[in-house]
């Protein structure tokens, strides 16, 4: 079954630049979804079609795709930002989403 | 206001059945791909099953057979009917919508409900 690879954790102090991976051979044909989950919380979708920062979501979470790569950059750190990431695409028939492992985030 | 809202897990046992509902408001089901993805104690997201616009529906390969989508447009109301469960389908359950111009973003997402089963 297909698989979405991203680093088990990430940890970063306040203001400083986080950038979270994840890997997929159909990255280059499907686009990448991010989604923050805090504890105990529902995820909450962060970045769509890569790249594509949806109402609400503070301009310091970016997205980008380099072939079977894509990456979350998050600027200026803020403690808010601590908690699990994930991606989200889909394999190559369009049919299944697919999940990341996910990466946790800790603020320092 | 969007609102998503799951409700009917319990405790079951081995080889029982459950039936999860999804009740959602503002917006209508006609025009949305509601999908069911499910959290293990402790472990990461796993997309189970999607239903649709049209109606039609996809499963994920361990629940193919098991699980069965449906839906109720006149009572805004997604169900998922678990069958054949598994300690291994032990998880919270969450039901979330995506928007059918953009189909994998999970804008809108309850607050899940939880299902164990055990012994």
């Known amino acids: 079954s297909y698989e979405l690879t991203q680093p088990p954790s990430v940890s970063v102090s306040p203001g400083q630049t986080a950038r979270i991976t994840c890997s997929g051979d159909a990255l280059p044909k499907q686009y990448a979804y991010w989604y923050l989950q805090r504890a105990g919380q529902a995820p909450v979708l962060l970045m769509s079609?890569?790249?594509q920062r949806p109402a609400g979501i503070p301009d310091r979470f970016s997205g980008s795709s380099s072939g079977t790569t894509v990456t979350l950059t998050i600027s200026g750190v803020q403690a808010e930002d601590e908690g699990d990431y994930y991606c989200q695409s889909a394999d190559s028939s369009g049919l299944h989403h697919v999940f990341g492992s996910g990466t946790k985030v800790t603020v320092l | 206001e969007v609102q998503v809202l799951e409700s009917g897990g319990d405790l079951v046992q081995p080889g029982g059945s459950l039936r999860l509902s999804c009740a959602v408001s503002?917006?209508?089901?006609?025009?949305?791909?509601m999908n069911w993805v499910r959290q293990a104690p402790g472990k990461g997201l796993e997309w189970v099953s999607v239903?649709?616009?049209?109606?039609?529906?996809v499963y994920a390969d361990g629940v193919k057979g098991r699980f069965t989508l449906s839906r109720d447009i006149a009572e805004n109301t997604v169900y998922l009917q678990m069958n054949s469960l598994r300690a291994e389908d032990t998880a919270v359950y969450y039901c979330?919508?995506?928007?059918?111009?953009?189909?994998?973003?999970?804008?809108?997402w309850g607050q899940g409900t939880r299902v164990t089963v055990s012994s």
């Open positions: 239903i649709y616009s049209g109606g039609s529906t």
């Open positions: 503002g917006f209508s089901l006609t025009t949305s791909y």
């Open positions: 979330a919508r995506a928007p059918y111009n953009d189909s994998s973003a999970f804008y809108q």
């Open positions: 079609r890569d790249s």
